[in-house]
């Protein structure tokens, strides 16, 4: 019996160290489960996706010769989201809680007035920043932020109106119904659609032992009634388009677009084809690409190829009937962070495809697709550098910010 208890301790031990490494690691997502002396029952099966086949990237991606990478400029705080507005100026937001402004390639040494005090912990804080398309007439700039305490906080949507120096107005548009404990998990990219509404992703609301009435917070991603793990869709007030899947469902809540997600930091929108893209944080490895469509379910946490933090299964269903399957599975995890699809004229050989940073990875993923929006190949655009976002800007380049106490401002391009 005490041989039981001591290796009962000894064990538990060795899983909380394990887990402590694995999360405090930058770029350790490989560790071996033998070590942990857990055992993985289907990691053999991991590649069993008979409807639709995900790319399963591993660890010997291509890696891109023919590119440039300039750094434009430097000396951001871990800067998290940028956005252009029409005569060029950019608008940068710093994770601590700061809007920055470059204006002909310089940064303003003075941050803008305007902004509240955001949860500033962990990966919480001053997060996206986007551009009312029709900013010229109402100059209306829309952020997200974590808002609240270490015990209870929560992903805002706020929106403020611009007037070339400090914003006015700051209003929170959209907050997540639940708090939640610690600084992980808020999502939190907007995208907008063409038809002014916009999409937000929310995170599922943290890793184990966060918990919401008794269970593991990160089963809301499967319950409609909540806001975690989703992408909600709204009205540029905040309020609810009458249109969305779930409006006249009895057990849902109305601005639930898609679900299913645990921690969507890469969205973009394709124009051409009006197609959305989303890149998701799996926990230990399976990270997510998948195309987003409205109403539909995308599995998590009852289906994934992620793994817990201390190697045990999350779920040893890889896909399920009902459910949609990613179209990359990127396992050791790249940590995806934002995503651009590039559209420009400029760069010939990029067009049409996705661009989805890494901050494990150090990287920037460049995806071919087809005319079908099947995937191709994906090849490795090193940085060398966590990157936080890549953006398309409108005049057809496109940019990286690293996520680095002296964050840079990056340009690449083909050559
Ligand atoms: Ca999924």
């Known amino acids: 019996m005490k041989t039981n208890i001591t290796r009962l301790i000894i064990g538990t031990l060795s899983a909380t160290i394990l887990y402590a490494l694995v999360a405090c690691s930058p770029t350790n997502n490989s560790s071996s489960s033998a070590q942990s002396g857990f055992q993985s029952s289907s990691a053999q099966n991991t590649n ?39 005569d060029g100026t950019v608008l940068i937001t710093e994770r601590p ?59 805002r949507v706020a ?74 869709r709204l009205n540029d007030d905040g309020s609810i388009p009458k249109n969305n899947p779930f409006v006249t469902s009895k057990n849902a809540d109305a601005a639930v677009w898609s679900y299913g997600h645990r921690n969507i930091q890469g969205m973009t929108f394709d124009s051409v084809t009006n197609k959305l893209w989303s890149t998701e944080h799996g926990s230990r490895g399976g990270d997510e690409l998948n195309l987003v469509e409205a109403g539909k379910n995308y599995g ?12 045990g299964e999350i779920s040893n269903q890889r896909s399920r ?14 940590a995806p962070s934002g995503l651009a699809f590039y559209s420009g004229k400029r760069f010939k050989p990029w067009k049409g495809d996705l661009f989805a940073g890494g901050l494990v990875s150090r990287d920037v993923r460049r995806i071919d697709l087809d005319a079908n929006s099947n ?41």
């Open 48 to 86: 069993s996706s008979p409807s639709n086949n995900p790319l399963l990237s591993g660890s010997n991606v291509a890696v891109a010769k023919n590119f440039k990478a300039t750094t434009v400029l430097e000396g951001l705080e871990r800067p998290w989201s940028m956005a252009w507005l029409n």
């Open 97 to 155: 809680g700061r809007l920055r402004i470059v204006r002909n390639g310089a940064l303003d040494p003075n941050p803008v007035a305007g902004v509240p005090e955001v949860f500033a912990v962990s990966q919480g804080g001053l997060m996206d920043v986007s551009v009312h398309p029709n900013f010229q007439k109402n100059r209306l700039v829309y952020f997200t932020y974590s808002h609240g305490t270490n015990q209870a906080n929560r992903t």
């Open 159 to 232: 929106r403020a109106t611009f007037d070339g120096s400090s914003l006015k107005n700051w209003q929170v548009i959209f907050q997540v119904s639940q708090t939640k404990a610690r600084g992980q998990h808020f999502g939190s990219r907007i995208v907008w659609l063409p038809d002014n509404t916009m999409l937000v992703s929310i995170g599922d609301g943290g890793n184990p032992p966060n918990k919401l009435n008794g269970d593991l917070i990160r089963k809301q991603a499967q319950n409609l009634n909540s806001h975690l793990g989703k992408v909600v």
């Open 300 to 311: 998590w946490p009852l289906v994934t190829h992620s793994k817990e933090y201390t190697g």
């Open 321 to 334: 009937p009902g459910m949609i399957d990613p179209k990359v599975v990127w396992t050791p995890a790249i």
């Open 375 to 415: 995937i191709i190949r994906e090849e490795s655009i090193p940085i060398g550098r966590r990157v936080r976002d890549v953006r398309q800007s409108p005049d057809g380049r496109l940019y990286i910010l690293t996520d680095e106490q002296n964050g840079q401002l990056i340009s690449i391009e083909p050559n």
